[in-house]
């Protein structure tokens, strides 16, 4: 009998405490009886403001809680809980900003919604929602009362200049909102160089003549403006434009002089971070930097900062602001024209310097006597640091100062820095030095990370990372300076997220194999672990001498010997699979001796497994990265060979157990460690490593992602110049609307797209559709031929006018006598949407279609693939997308369209996967090629046998080629002459010459009865001879080639004219693809939301460019920015760097036209109902109303979705057994016996799907199942038990999701996440989770208002049986059971399990008292898992975001994923609970 187990949550000890108190976060009875939950119940809740009750406005309740809870008046910054819990009771939405007066606002008020807007930010939701949708016309008042802060407000405290500062962060990088915008590039304007000096002021005027004109017109107007204003006129130097900038920069300068290396306060140091953050952000955006980078230069920011004891110390709390700084030293000197955008190449950088160079030698020759053999000097020597410096250093400081603030003009004199003569000389050489070119220092920058990067916490921070603190990395945000720009930060972030998992996987492999300090002082291991192994030896094998032009080896290898006889033999075997190219890690381990050991425990500085910790607990000195060239077994026999030097019948078992691997060491990283043993006499790294680490395949491709970018850095990279500005963020987004673009095709033949002649009118529903028929019949059916009027109209009269299409139905060509000659036709009723989504991607220019959950993306993407290959038949077409899984769907449907099968090419791994009849691979095609020849020639040989022409003609392609001129082709002109001359019903039949060759078609071939009739058949079946021969001309090169590389790099880069294969593929092969001269004209990009902006910008650039111009047309990018973005494992390179920032929706924020699908066809109205608010205008297809399955009830249930309120079960409500793996015990076995339910209802196994939103639940849920269902034959388990990330992409009949969380609302914060888990469903969706707290989360309330305005105790039916329920749906059961908990719902079960065991003993199956075998007849039960039926639950074709690894089932597995990063971050580095690869996952 099912009884409601026994199950714990795993690895739950003894009343364990929850992570929200192991942590400090919020628990649900901690914010019950909080003040503050207790001031929103009366003030500002959602509840209170409903019902009318709240009490009116009180300005004193603002300034109360802002002195009480953030820090008003103190010194102190407020508690991060505090914020937290005020910004998650909707402070900011319900009362700061509804009672923000416009005029007289107190301080308290504004800088409580800065605090608000911060905390929105570091939370990684919408933070400026409320004030657009909520009185919008306030939002300048409030801006100026933030501007106007500080001049009100006298002095604020220090964490109070933070608030201030990073609301200016949050608002400077918020330029897509357009009342920000608005607000914040007037303080960036023309107008701030009023605080330039007056030398400064009238060198860049002088520079530029345009702003010199500017600068006089608006000097005019405001002389016009004084003389009319008299003394209530405010000068411009003192309006916010003006000042707020240079006020703000000053008094961080004042900061700055004050602090000292040591003893400064970590909140003053914080400030001093977060402005340093503020000037690079300033100047890593064109709109922002091109004022504001002279303002900073004229002030020395930038030396100041590196003059600072912070910077210049040795002390330990600097180390994040020197980095800081360095990022900011990067941007000030960016090789771009501030105010034209223009990128600087080499030689014009090169070219300016030298120009600077010789202008200063000039002066020092004139006016410097003491320097005039410095300006006699070579060029090269002036611009060393250390020869300006010194010769600067011996100038008077008078004559010093003089030359830099009065001719040079670098720093005003009013300066107060400009008394310190080391100031000013740093002034001079930091302008004056030469600067390395960004070619050489990416050239110089190793790809494989070392102990220096892995353990640096301000680079590569742990995995609870907040949000609080500033961090040395670049940003990834709307605009970029340059495409050198856009591809260096993306380098940077991607080499570091790498950087994250390698150091992830070193802690895991130390923590196992546990190395120790032998008494001989060798490294022993206690441990063992199956991705690494100890060294037997390691040499240096080869140093090649640098190439011309370069300071690095050209090639530095390396041997390593390792001995695997102590490995399982599965270990073994997956050594020893170890191939080229593969990436693998040389460890230098000195673990303490036992003494040192014992007194770091009990200091605790070996606890934590990563940073500075781990290093000292394990004795890790250094790490390199290696790439394998061979491996080689005991008798020096080549292992893994896929170069061809070891031919298939030469393989044999590896000898022995000592494995020799050749490998190529970092260039780059050689020659550094070298130069700094010869410099400081360091320890030679490459003579102490003692261990080597492997890692899995699916997570190591990182080094050829990143050679990729490298790559593109080297080269020019030729964007398409319609693309150009919009992928930089600048620009009108418009441009490259195909309605602006060249080269537009007027008339497109649509081919099967309409059904008939209603539909092509209903697609078009803002147009005059004029038809007319060419057909001899007259009939309007397709095919049609659709003529546009021009898309540029600038007549404004024109626009006006209803434009009319002139579509033309017309009788397709016969394409041949055998049934095979048809084509297969579109059987999809297109919306008018998706109609103008195809119309969009078969023209040039950029296409973005966003597709709601069901809506046909991947129709539409096969229809415009379809017409486009129809329409421009030369041009080849590359298809993108993340996961194979999609590609492998969108390729399969475009195989069963009217596209040839020899045009058509899958590279990647997945091809396997592909469930077709033929094989698509390189060298599956090239074989069908091969064998197609060998069909062709034999059908040759029968059509020459049966004209009697000698069989020798089928010898070659070439020789088949010479028959079709000689024999085929004058035969059928002279049969056209004939029959023409004719003109008789019967001249067709009587004359048509290859009648016996047509022998077995379906016959009569002609009937006779009409002359034009026989005629087009007679031309219908030369069309069949004719692409007979056509395809044969196309396998003549593949018998000319000899070899199968030189076939399989043909079909590549001639043959395809369609290519697919994922994003990790195009980058890992980009080299090898620019080699081949592969060539493509379009690019169509799946799944766009769930790719990486690199990812998605690398394969736009896989074909060299033509004179210096891109050959890509089109570029349609198809995906739903409303659901889940691309997965990164670090959650600062999330929240921080925007790393998980798609293209696609980058795009979307720039305001770039999209065009929405609106109509889909998954789910009930009703569950549709739940998420469709997301999207512009989402409504239904007419199918989801009117087939049985959606109009009937579901069987059981009263309702066909419904939040089921689930308490605390045994007192315990979610809980946390280890960090971030959350459990809810309770919600786990109320789900299973719902299941229990469902299947005692008759449901399918494979109809089910078991959903959550963490890693831990999924485990427990698994756990449970195990133990309840699996083996009890009426049950079995569900077709799928995956987290709702895991899920993203598929579907099910009926979804039962486990919220988890009753503390806090957690990452389903994130509204993409509440979309993908709203819309999996097609028929049910039933939620567990705690109703009382998810419905009152602002982001979710149009979601949780619908679920929590149905009951939220489950209501069943349990008197119905699936299949045979004729309740229609929204009719509620009568006396429908409510089920009030889990024990009730367990108890129920139980009682219907006992009759479900009652009948089948009676009806005979099994004996002696045994269960049957089976459930009675017809009863689905047992399905395993991930066993779906297809059309029930599995992948959804038209969706996007397929995650293709299978979940993990082993609990060590679930905690391994999730210390890699598995789970969404709550408050404090919660992690996603996403189980698939990252973005350097195997293709």
């Avoid at 540029?792 to 009788?811: C, F, I, N, Q, V």
């Avoid at 034959?1273 to 992409?1289: E, H, L, N, R, Y």
């Amino acid at each position: 009998m099912a009884k409601t187990s026994n199950t714990k949550p795993k690895r739950a000890g003894p009343a364990p405490k929850s992570k929200a108190a192991q942590s400090g976060a919020l628990t649900i009875a901690e914010i019950s009886k909080d003040k503050l939950t207790q001031l929103a119940n009366k003030h500002w809740s959602s509840a209170v403001l409903a019902g009318g009750e709240a009490p009116a406005f009180s300005e004193e309740l603002v300034q109360q809680i802002y002195r009480d809870e953030l820090g008003g008046g103190s010194d102190s910054p407020p508690s991060l809980r505090r914020v937290t819990m005020l910004e998650l009771s909707q402070y900011l939405e319900n009362y700061l900003w509804p009672n923000f007066p416009e005029e007289g606002a107190t301080s308290a008020h504004v800088l409580s919604i800065l605090a608000m807007v911060n905390e929105k930010f570091r939370e990684g939701v919408p933070a400026w929602t409320c004030f657009r949708q909520s009185r919008p016309e306030v939002f300048p008042a409030f801006f100026r009362a933030f501007l106007a802060l500080k001049a009100t407000d006298g002095e604020l405290h220090m964490h109070e200049r933070t608030t201030y500062l990073l609301f200016a962060i949050n608002a400077f990088q918020s330029l897509e909102e357009e009342a920000v915008r608005k607000e914040v590039l007037r303080l960036v304007s023309l107008p701030l160089w009023h605080a330039l000096s007056p030398g400064r002021l009238q060198l860049e005027l002088h520079d530029h003549p345009a702003l010199l004109k500017h600068w006089r017109h608006a000097a005019r107007r405001e002389a016009r403006a004084a003389a009319a204003a008299g003394d209530a006129h405010m000068p411009v130097q003192r309006r916010p434009e003006a000042s707020f900038l240079p006020a703000l920069v000053d008094e961080f300068l004042s900061v700055l002089g004050g602090v000292q290396e040591e003893g400064t306060d970590r909140r003053t140091t914080l400030y001093l971070e977060r402005f340093v953050e503020f000037l690079t952000d300033l100047l890593s955006q064109l709109p922002t930097r091109r004022f504001v980078h002279a303002l900073l230069d004229d002030r020395a920011v930038l030396v100041k900062c590196t003059l600072s004891p912070l910077c210049s110390g040795r002390g330990q709390q600097g180390v994040l602001f020197a980095q800081l700084v360095d990022l900011f030293r990067f941007y000030s000197g960016f090789p771009i024209a501030d105010h034209t955008g223009e990128a600087l190449g080499e030689e014009e950088v090169v070219a300016a310097h030298y120009e600077r160079i010789q202008a200063l030698q000039r002066l020092f020759f004139r006016h410097v006597p003491e320097l005039r053999d410095l300006a006699l000097a070579s060029c090269a020597q002036v611009q060393r640091r250390d020869v300006l410096s010194k010769a600067l250093h011996g100038l008077e400081p008078a004559t010093l100062r003089r030359l830099v603030c009065r001719q040079l003009r670098l720093v005003g004199e009013d300066d107060p820095w400009a008394e310190d003569p080391e100031f000013l000389v740093e002034v001079a050489v930091t302008a004056y030095e030469r600067r390395r070119l960004q070619a050489e220092t990416v050239n110089a920058m190793p790809l494989y990370p070392t102990e220096r990067v892995l353990f640096d916490e301000h680079q590569v921070p742990t995995l609870h990372y907040t949000g609080e603190t500033v961090l040395a990395l670049p940003k990834l945000n709307l605009q970029f300076l340059t495409i050198q720009d856009y591809l260096m930060r993306n380098f940077n972030l991607f080499r570091l997220e790498a950087t994250y998992e390698i150091r992830e996987d070193i802690a895991d492999v130390l923590q196992r194999v546990q190395p120790y300090l032998r008494e001989n002082d060798e490294v022993g291991f206690n441990g063992w672990a199956r991705m690494a192994k100890n060294l037997e030896g390691f040499t240096i094998t080869e140093v090649q001498p640098p190439k011309v032009g370069e300071m690095r080896p050209a090639a530095v290898s390396a041997e390593v010997v390792v001995d695997l006889s102590s490995l399982r033999e599965d270990v073994r075997r997956e050594w020893e699979e170890v191939k080229q190219h593969d990436v693998m890690f040389l460890l230098t381990l000195r673990p303490p001796d036992a003494y040192a050991q014992s007194a770091a425990a009990e200091s605790g500085a070996g606890d934590g497994g990563t940073g500075a910790s781990l290093m000292r607990k394990y004795g890790l000195d250094y790490v390199r990265g290696c790439e394998v060239i061979e491996m080689r077994d005991e008798d020096g026999q080549l292992l893994n060979d896929f170069t061809g030097r070891v031919r298939p019948d030469q393989v044999t078992r590896p000898k022995g157990s000592i494995r020799t691997m050749t490998v190529a060491m970092d260039a780059a990283q050689y020659q550094m460690d070298m130069d700094a043993v010869e410099a400081s006499g360091a320890e030679d790294v490459y003579g102490t490593f003692n261990l080597l680490l492997r890692r899995k395949p699916k997570e190591n491709n990182f080094k050829a992602v990143l050679e990729s970018i490298r790559d593109l850095m080297n080269a020019d990279c030729a964007v398409p110049a319609w693309l150009h500005d919009i992928l930089l963020g600048y620009g009108d987004p418009d441009a490259a609307l195909y309605k602006n673009m060249e080269d537009t095709l007027q008339t497109i033949d649509f081919k099967d797209t309409f059904l008939d002649a209603d539909h092509l009118r209903e697609a078009f529903p803002e147009c005059d559709v004029s038809l007319t028929s060419s057909r001899a019949d007259g009939q309007l059916v397709r095919p049609f031929r659709v003529t546009f009027p021009s898309f540029r109209e600038d007549d404004a009269g024109a626009k006006a006018r209803r434009p009319t299409l002139h579509a033309e139905a017309y009788t397709a060509v016969d394409p041949g006598p055998y049934p095979e000659d048809e084509p297969p036709q579109n059987n999809v009723r297109f919306t008018p949407v998706q109609t103008s989504a195809v119309l969009s991607g078969v023209q040039p220019g950029l296409t973005m279609v966003v597709g709601p959950p069901g809506t046909g993306k991947t129709d539409t993407a096969v229809q415009i693939m379809h017409i486009l290959y129809h329409n421009c038949p030369g041009q080849r077409t590359l298809i993108i997308t993340h996961s194979n899984q999609a590609l492998n769907d969108l390729f399969t449907k475009i195989v069963e369209r009217d596209v040839p099968a020899r045009y058509l090419l899958r590279l990647g791994m997945g091809e396997a996967d592909l469930e077709t009849e033929e094989v698509f691979s390189r060298v599956g095609r090239v074989n069908a090629m091969l064998a197609r020849r060998l069909q062709l020639l034999a059908e040759v040989e029968r059509l020459a046998r049966l004209l009697r022409v000698s069989e020798s003609v089928a010898y070659t392609c070439e020789t088949a080629a010479h028959f079709w001129l000689l024999h085929v082709l004058s035969r059928w002109e002279r049969f056209l002459a004939a029959a023409r001359k004719g003109g008789e019903a019967g001249a067709v039949a009587a004359l048509f010459p290859f009648a016996e060759y047509f022998a077995d078609a379906p016959q009569p071939l002609f009937r006779g009865a009409d002359f034009d009739e026989d005629l087009e058949k007679a031309k219908g079946c030369f069309r069949h001879l004719q692409r007979m021969f056509q395809e044969l001309e196309e396998t003549r090169p593949f018998e000319l080639l000899r070899t199968q590389a030189d076939r399989i790099n043909y079909l590549l880069t001639k043959q395809a004219k369609i290519v697919a294969m994922t994003c990790t593929h195009a980058a890992l092969k980009r080299r090898e693809f620019l080699e081949l001269g592969f060539k493509y004209d379009n690019l169509l990009m799946e799944e766009s939301a769930q790719i990486l902006e690199i990812e998605t910008f690398i394969p736009m650039l896989l074909q060299k460019q033509e004179d210096g111009v891109s050959r890509l047309k089109r570029v349609i990018m198809i995906g739903d920015h409303h659901q889940l973005p691309p997965v990164v494992k670090n959650m600062a390179m999330q929240k921080y760097s925007n790393l998980d920032q798609p293209l696609f929706t980058r795009f979307i924020r720039l305001g770039t036209p999209y065009i929405e699908l609106n109509a889909q066809g998954r789910a009930r109205p009703s569950l549709a109902r739940l998420y469709n608010w997301r999207y512009r205008d989402l409504g239904d297809l007419p199918h989801v109303a009117a087939l049985p399955a959606f109009a009937a009830a579901n069987a059981g249930f009263a309702h066909d979705y419904q939040l089921v309120d689930v308490q605390d079960y045994n007192g315990r409500g979610e809980t946390s057994p280890m960090p971030y793996f959350y459990q809810n015990l309770g919600e786990a076995e109320y789900l299973v016996s719902v299941y229990q339910y469902m299947r005692l209802l008759g449901y399918p196994a494979s109809s089910v799907a078991v959903l959550t939103t963490y890693n831990g639940q999924t485990a427990l849920l698994r756990d449970v199942f195990q133990r309840r269902c699996a083996a009890h034959p009426a049950f079995g388990m569900p077709s799928k038990i995956a987290t709702v990330d895991k899920f993203q992409g598929q579907q099910a009949d009926y979804v039962l999701l486990s919220l988890v969380r009753t503390a806090h609302f957690g990452h389903l914060r994130d509204v993409r996440r509440l979309v993908v888990a709203m819309s999996r469903s097609r028929l049910g969706l039933y939620v567990f989770g705690r109703a009382a707290l998810f419905s009152e989360c602002y982001e979710l309330a149009p979601t949780f208002r619908q679920l929590t305005a149905r009951p939220t105790a489950l209501a069943l039916a349990p008197h119905e049986r699936h299949g045979a329920c004729a309740r229609p749906v929204g009719e509620a059961p009568p006396s429908p059971v409510v089920v009030p908990d889990v024990q009730a719902m367990a108890v129920l079960v139980a009682q219907m399990v006992a009759h479900w065991e009652a009948a089948a003993m009676a009806a005979g199956y099994g004996g002696g008292g045994q269960y049957p075998a089976s459930a009675p007849p017809g009863d689905d039960v047992g399905v395993e898992e991930g066993a779906a039926a297809e059309g029930a639950t599995g992948e959804d074709p038209d969706d996007d975001g397929v995650v293709e690894d299978e979940d993990a089932a082993d609990p060590a597995e679930e905690k391994a994923d999730n210390k890699a990063g598995a789970e969404e971050p709550d408050e404090a580095g919660e992690q996603r609970a996403e189980e698939g690869a990252g973005p350097m996952a195997e293709d």
